[in-house]
């Protein structure tokens, strides 16, 4: 059992990357925020102006107009319904309503989220520009995260520094543990064990 335990241990030390679990961490944050902050431009802009909310919107005004007929004078757009923003009470042209799907709203969020500045899309409802202001924010934080990342591994490469020492004595302290836990080996053995290096671990293999 203490072999099968030992070998464990050392399995993690050989596969574990912390190059690349950083690497997929970041990405599945990256995803995560893209879907959530395209989601909610949607819903918050672009439901103004979606098809059904424009067609429901249209059939009200024509409603109205029927009881209130416009004067002989009005503009042939003022029968034309026009979503405003709850928040600022300002319309939203047709020519600004950009976000009319949310993988549309996701070509706007990796814009912003990485601050090319193209801005062939942008919000122009006050909860949409609110959504915008905390993606921009976002796009710094994983920024920042992707650098550190990247950092780390100029270093492995060129310089051979050793970034996994932290993390396997994170790692093994957690095996340790569960061990310990299940009754694999005891309390002791596992002090013992902690306080081995990964050579040592290794001819301690060998002696079995």
């Not at 059904?52 to 249209?58: I, P, V, Y």
């Not at 409603?63 to 009005?74: F, N, S, V, W």
């Not at 600022?88 to 600004?96: A, F, H, I, L, M």
Request: charged share 20%; aromatic share 8%; net charge negative.
């Amino acid at each position: 059992m203490a072999r099968m335990a030992l070998q464990k241990i050392t399995t993690n030390l050989k596969s574990s990357n912390p190059i690349l679990t950083n690497l997929k961490i970041y990405f599945i944050a990256l995803f995560s925020v893209v879907m959530i902050m395209s989601t909610l431009m949607y819903y918050v802009e672009g439901n103004l102006y979606s098809a059904e909310a424009l067609a429901h919107g249209q059939s009200q005004l024509d409603e109205e107009i029927k009881l209130t007929p416009l004067p002989a004078d009005a503009p042939p757009e003022a029968s034309k319904f026009m979503p405003v923003d709850p928040i600022s009470g300002n319309t939203v042209p047709e020519d600004k309503r950009f976000f009319t799907s949310i993988p549309a709203a996701m070509w706007w969020c990796m814009v912003t989220l990485t601050t090319t500045g193209y801005g062939d899309m942008f919000p122009v409802t006050a909860g949409g520009r609110l959504i915008a202001c905390i993606t921009m924010l976002m796009g710094l934080v994983l920024f920042g995260i992707l650098l550190n990342i990247v950092g780390k591994t100029i270093m492995v490469l060129l310089f051979g520094e050793q970034v996994m020492d932290d993390e396997v004595s994170a790692k093994r302290e957690t095996i340790l543990k569960m061990m310990v836990k299940r009754n694999w080996i005891s309390q002791d053995r596992a002090d013992h064990v902690e306080l081995l290096s990964e050579d040592e671990i290794k001819s301690k293999l060998k002696e079995f």
